[in-house]
Structure formats: structure tokens, C-alpha cells
């Protein structure tokens, strides 16, 4: 069991904000931290793993203090046994697959798991090969095995999926699950995408300017109608006059969809959304 | 082979002084590199000092601090009844100090150029600084010790102010290869100073084109 309470000052675009954070992860959670960039999500993960030094809070687990600000505790991130997995992937690039897993057993640990999460992660005929020889993909089903080597109490996935196509995306998110399924570990993973949320998480936390704005599960916080409107940012790629009718063709999230608006319609519309 | 003995002697000068620069090099450099200290930028000024400072007056200070009545030297001569000065050692004790920034400074960019996530994900995979310093950020930073290593092994070999300085002109023991060059001029002896001199030149050209070439290979991250 976790708990998390944080406080720390951060500067965004948009000027200095409060990052505010109470949570509490049980055994086996999956918990999405959703939100736009700049909200403090990453910076949440960075203080779970001792990265970053919260201004004020506690970070508890179990009834080990992993941080508190009142008691002076700051364990360093070697003593807190947390999985990160970072948005670049971080892999070493001069050990092998193989070593790069190798490399995260710890003292005397029982080095059957290499083999197994080879295995697992579909990376045993890669072995022997070098980071940078690795596709996307790739990189990302190696950097989540290592991450699983030591067992951690809590792994933390940093935007997994943000540098991937959609369909190697579905691929990794299949893969998060299994290693999830298989080690039983809570994870914590920061998205901006709304398929990452759906797909893995029980519990979604939403954070803007560092506060928590909603959480709950996926169909809590989504499908309540009166809660929210469907919202998707997209750009007009053509507009067509067709009948009387327009036409626009609107690129979202990869996607092209054709939306038909009236003469009414289009008098309503103001020119910043008309561009 | 007596026209041997400076050349061999700047050479054995060389293979003395680069591994002390390494192992003193190395600490600064880490230092330097990732230090949170206020006062950093003071210790990279004195660092950097001897890149600038003409060699007459780190020759002189040496001089100074090493001679019988010097801070250094008079403790020496008291203490081990040992006079550096115009001795093979003291050349070693110069070298290692007018090369201290190229080493340093070559290795602090090396250190600089890893990014910040490789280090942090050693930390998160639970290992110390000393095993992440040992086994990820030094194996990924070659051509930088590569340039420091080569850097000054030329440098050494072809500094000649301070070693006059604090050297001296003693055949077999402080007469290195740049030393013997402006005594043949002196002499107007030519052919023995075009003798060590294409030697020197040789050899600063094939160090600096093997530095080029491997660098030119390697990839950033």
C-alpha cells in the first residue's frame, strides 16, 4: 500500500503553479495519471522514484517512509526499489539486450528472470544485439523487461508510448498488461492519450496545473453525460460545399473525419475555430 | 644513442604524467561536470588558469614553491632530504599541472554530453553512483578520454617553457626532445634539430590524426 501526499512549486508556461497531490495506490493498482503536458505528471513520477525532491509530503510504502519533509526522511532512488520507465527510453547503449536486463539484476538475484522476460517480451533473438539496431517498439518492450528485473514495489511508466505509431502502440499496451498480469506489480502510468487510459488502467487520476481535477474509473470519469462534453482538437484539413451543405475534412489524432455543417451551423462558428 | 636519450626521455615524460592526469583528472572533471556548489565556477577558473597563464609564470611559481627555500621545497629537503628542483620529477609534477585542463575539460564535456535519464535509470535500477560512474558513464564516453589522453600526451611532449623553467638543460635527466631542439638551434647544430624536430612533428600528426579518425567514427547519443 502507498501513500503519496505531495506539494511542490513548479513554473509552466502559463507561470508558477502548486503541484498538490493525495493519493493512495493498493497492491496490484493500475493508476493512469491523465492531463495535459505541463500539468505536473511527470515531475509526480520523478518524486515517487527520489529523482525529484517534492517542497513538502510524504511518500509512505507500507510502513516503510520513503520521504517525509516534517521527519527529514529523503531515501536516495537506489533504496526505494522503484521501476521508472523513461519517455526515451534509456537504454544503455553499449550493453546488449541481454546485458541491458543483465545489468539491472541485483546482488545475488536469481538470474532465471532475464531468460523469462527474453522470453516474455519476444526480445530472445534480439539478445545479442545493441540498443540502436532495436525499432521503436523494440526499444520500448526492452526498457518496460528491465524495468521488471528487480521486482519493483511500484513501476512507473513515463509517457511509454508517446514516440510510437498507433499500431506498434496497441502492441505495447498489450505487452504492459501481460507484464502486469504476470508480476503483479501496481503501476502508475502517465499519459496524455486517451487509448492508454481506457485500455490499461482501473483508475484514472486527472491532473491539471498540478491538481487533482477528477479520478475514478475510466467510465466514472468519461461516459457521465452531463459531467463532460466529448472534446477533440483537430485541424480542417479541406472544406467542401456540397448541396448547400459544408464539408470539412478535420485531421484528429491520425484520424480524418468528415464533419457536415449547415449555413445555419457555419454562422455560429468564430473565426479562430474557422482557421 | 645518445640522439635517442631527449626523445625517449619526452616520451617516458608522457607515460608518467597522462595516467596521474587521469586519475586526478577524472574526480575533477565528475565534479566540475555535476557539482550543485556555488563556488563551481571559481574552481572551473582555476581549473582552466594554466590555459592561459604563459608557461614562464606557472615556470616561475614552481620555481618558488619547489626551490630549497621554497613552501614545498624547503619541507622536502627537511623531511626526505630530497631536492626536486632541475630533477626528472619535478618535470612530472609541471606536466600533470599545465595539462590538468586539458584532461579535465575534455572529460567534463564527455560527462556533460550524457544525458541526464541514462544516469537517473542506473539510480531507479539501484545502482550506486560509483557502479554507474564505473559502468555506464565512462564506457559511453571513449572519445573523450580519448581526447584528453592524446591531448596531453602531445602537449607534454611538446611543452618547452615550463619545462626549461624548472628542468633545466641536464642531459639524460631534463633534457626532453623540445628542450635538446632549441639547444641544437642554439649551437647551430641543424641537423640534429631537424633530427628531433620531424620526429616531434611525425608523431603529433599520426596522435592527432588517430584522435580525429576514431573520433569521426563514434556516434553521440
Not at chain 2, 109 to 123: H, K, M, R, T, V
Amino acid at each position: 500500500m502507498f501513500e503519496i501526499k505531495l506539494k511542490k512549486r513548479l513554473s509552466g508556461t502559463g507561470g508558477d503553479f502548486d503541484l498538490n497531490l493525495n493519493l493512495s495506490i493498493v497492491e496490484d493498482d493500475f493508476i493512469s495519471l491523465f492531463g495535459p503536458s505541463g500539468s505536473g505528471k511527470t515531475t509526480v513520477l520523478r518524486c515517487i522514484a527520489g529523482l525529484t525532491d517534492p517542497d513538502e509530503g510524504f511518500i509512505k510504502f507500507g510502513n516503510k517512509v520513503w520521504f517525509d519533509s516534517v521527519k527529514k526522511i529523503n531515501l536516495t532512488p537506489q533504496e526505494r526499489n522503484v521501476g521508472l520507465v523513461f519517455q526515451e527510453y534509456a537504454l544503455f547503449p553499449h550493453f546488449t539486450v541481454r546485458e541491458n536486463l543483465e545489468y539491472a539484476l541485483d546482488k545475488g538475484q536469481d538470474r532465471k528472470i532475464i531468460d523469462e522476460l527474453l522470453y516474455i517480451s519476444d526480445l530472445k533473438e534480439l539478445s545479442d544485439s545493441k540498443p540502436q539496431r532495436l525499432s521503436g517498439g523494440q526499444k520500448q518492450r526492452l526498457a518496460l523487461a528491465r524495468a521488471f528485473v528487480r521486482k519493483p514495489s511500484i513501476l512507473l511508466l513515463d509517457e511509454p508510448m508517446c514516440a510510437l505509431d498507433r499500431s506498434t502502440r496497441r502492441k505495447i499496451q498489450i505487452e504492459i498488461l501481460k507484464l502486469y498480469k504476470r508480476y503483479n506489480i501496481p503501476i502508475i502510468i502517465v499519459s496524455h492519450d486517451m487509448t492508454d487510459v481506457f485500455k490499461l488502467a482501473q483508475k484514472t487520476v486527472m491532473l491539471e496545473n498540478g491538481k487533482i481535477m477528477n479520478s475514478g474509473t475510466f467510465s466514472e470519469m468519461f461516459n457521465k453525460e452531463s459531467d463532460r462534453k466529448s472534446e477533440f482538437v483537430g485541424e480542417i484539413i479541406s472544406v467542401q460545399k456540397n448541396n448547400g451543405i459544408y464539408i470539412f475534412t478535420i485531421l484528429v489524432n491520425e484520424n480524418l473525419i468528415k464533419l457536415s455543417v449547415s449555413d445555419n451551423e457555419i454562422e455560429n462558428i468564430n473565426t479562430s475555430q474557422k482557421s | 644513442m645518445e640522439i635517442l636519450s631527449p626523445l625517449w626521455l619526452s616520451f617516458k615524460l608522457s607515460i608518467i604524467a597522462v595516467p596521474l592526469l587521469l586519475l586526478t583528472g577524472v574526480p575533477a572533471a565528475y565534479f566540475l561536470a555535476f557539482s550543485k556548489s556555488r563556488f563551481k565556477h571559481i574552481w572551473e577558473a582555476v581549473v582552466s588558469l594554466p590555459l592561459v597563464l604563459p608557461p614562464s609564470v606557472i615556470g616561475f611559481y614552481l620555481v618558488l614553491l619547489f626551490s630549497p627555500n621554497g613552501y614545498i621545497g624547503s619541507v622536502l629537503k627537511s623531511v626526505l632530504d630530497v631536492q626536486l628542483l632541475f630533477s626528472f620529477p619535478i618535470l612530472v609534477i609541471g606536466a600533470v599541472i599545465f595539462n590538468f585542463p586539458f584532461m579535465v575539460n575534455s572529460i567534463k564535456a564527455g560527462f556533460e554530453s550524457i544525458p541526464a535519464y541514462l544516469i537517473e535509470a542506473s539510480y531507479t535500477l539501484g545502482k550506486s553512483k560509483k557502479e554507474t560512474l564505473l559502468k555506464i558513464m565512462i564506457p559511453n564516453i571513449k572519445p573523450a578520454f580519448l581526447t584528453g589522453i592524446v591531448l596531453c600526451f602531445a602537449h607534454t611532449v611538446g611543452e618547452f617553457g615550463v619545462i626549461l623553467m624548472i628542468g633545466g638543460n641536464i642531459p639524460g635527466s631534463t633534457r626532453v626532445a623540445s628542450v635538446a631542439i632549441y639547444n641544437e638551434v642554439e649551437a647551430l647544430n641543424y641537423n640534429a634539430a631537424h633530427f628531433h624536430s620531424l620526429i616531434l612533428l611525425s608523431v603529433s600528426f599520426i596522435m592527432l590524426l588517430i584522435l580525429y579518425t576514431v573520433n569521426r567514427k563514434y556516434k553521440g547519443f
